[in-house]
T-cell receptor
Framework: DQQVKQNSPSLSVQEGRISILNCDYT??????FLWYKKYPAEGPTFLIS?????DKNEDGRFTVFLNKSAKHLSLHIVPSQPGDSAVYFC????????????FGTGTKLQVIP | KAGVTQTPRYLIKTRGQQVTLSCSPI?????VSWYQQTPGQGLQFLFE???????NKGNFPGRFSGRQFSNSRSEMNVSTLELGDSALYLC??????????????FGNGTRLTVT
């Protein structure tokens, strides 16, 4: 049962344009969400997070939007840079206590110079 | 500050053998989580340890086990290896277990190949 879904396995964007990565979840008990970036041969690195009590969180070029009613979140990267080319994982956790962090299947972003 | 260290980086084993993977967390982190990454499946949660106690467990067979030592270092063991166990195994540490204010910090993983 995939509770966190990233339906786009890959995305190509021109340098300087906006990259939008999407994520859907099914568990309404999730109360915080995170995005991780992964380069080949390296472990994922934390990028940005958002609490379920917010609908937007911004950190430099990265903004995460949360739509709780639609159980949907998205990561916007503006402007996109070639160094942003990586696999992006959406993750979620919550529901009280110390719950596991559930990851999506990832979206491979390619930023074309 | 040193990051999460996983050893070895690469392993080749044959079916039926067992394997032990090691993870040294960031100093001060008491939570260690293990994930399996395979193509198309994302990161599948194996288990999480906090202060030497298994706090959460994923949906993997009993062949997958782990432990955590008093210095927070963790080991993961897979017995009776199967071809489908070939994957990248990632270890992550955090203060509290991946909460909003305590995100997971990952190592570079151990690539296990079962032949």
């Amino acid at each position: 049962d995939q509770q966190v879904k990233q339906n786009s396995p890959s995305l190509s964007v021109q340098e300087g344009r906006i990259s939008i990565l999407n994520c859907d979840y099914t568990n309404s008990m999730f109360d915080y969400f995170l995005w991780y970036k992964k380069y080949p041969a390296e472990g994922p690195t934390f990028l940005i997070s958002i609490s379920s009590i917010k609908d937007k969180n911004e950190d430099g070029r990265f903004t995460v939007f949360l739509n709780k009613s639609a159980k949907h979140l998205s990561l916007h990267i503006v402007p996109s840079q070639p160094g942003d080319s990586a696999v992006y994982f959406c993750a979620a956790s919550g529901g009280g206590g110390y719950q596991k962090v559930t990851f999506g299947t990832g979206t491979k972003l390619q930023v074309i110079p | 500050k040193a990051g999460v260290t996983q050893t070895p980086r690469y392993l080749i084993k044959t079916r039926g053998q067992q394997v032990t993977l090691s993870c040294s967390p960031i100093s001060g982190h008491r939570s260690v989580s293990w994930y399996q990454q395979t193509p198309g499946q994302g990161l599948q949660f194996l288990f999480e340890y906090f202060s030497e106690t298994q706090r959460n467990k994923g949906n993997f067979p009993g062949r997958f086990s782990g432990r955590q030592f008093s210095n927070s270092r963790s080991e993961m063991n897979v017995s009776t290896l199967e071809l489908g166990d070939s994957a990248l195994y990632l270890c992550a540490s955090s203060f509290q277990g991946g909460t909003l204010n305590s995100p997971l910090h990952f190592g570079n993983g151990t690539r296990l190949t079962v032949t």
